[in-house]
């Protein structure tokens, strides 16, 4: 069974900085993908960043570039997303999601098997 939790979440005015955690438990081969996505109210979930299991590999969003970095612990089964410069439109719940490696498109909320229960992330302008 895996379990996703996601932290870090907060209130932040606009230029400021927050560091989201997610930690994933479970056999490792089912969490080997890490993806963030966030959902705005009225909006449908949107891809935001995804790491690979060894932290080789990332992929942002246009819109999060150059602000976020994702950064992978496998000791302790945790991903952090660091969010820098924040903007009012980053103001979302924030999940994350988990998967094996394989096929299918990472950034596809639908392609993920496992979620946690979100994190709300709130930028004052």
């Known amino acids: 069974q895996v379990q996703v939790v996601e932290s870090g979440g907060g209130l932040v005015p606009a230029g400021g900085s927050l560091r989201l955690s997610c930690t994933a438990s479970?056999?490792?081969?089912?969490?080997?993908?890490i993806g963030w996505f966030r959902q705005a109210p009225g909006k449908g979930r949107e891809f935001v960043s995804f790491?690979?299991?060894?932290?080789?590999?990332?992929k942002y969003a246009d819109s999060v570039k150059g602000r976020f970095t994702l950064s992978r612990d496998n000791a302790k089964n945790t991903v952090y997303l660091q969010m820098n410069n924040l903007k009012p439109e980053d103001t979302a719940v924030y999940y994350c999601?988990?998967?094996?490696?394989?096929?299918?498109?990472?950034?596809?909320?639908?392609?993920?098997?496992?979620w946690g229960q979100g994190t709300q992330v709130t930028v004052s302008s």
């Open positions: 999601g988990a998967r094996p490696r394989g096929s299918g498109d990472y950034t596809i909320a639908r392609q993920y098997s496992y």
């Open positions: 479970g056999h490792i081969s089912l969490t080997q993908i």
């Open positions: 790491i690979t299991a060894s932290g080789a590999n990332t």
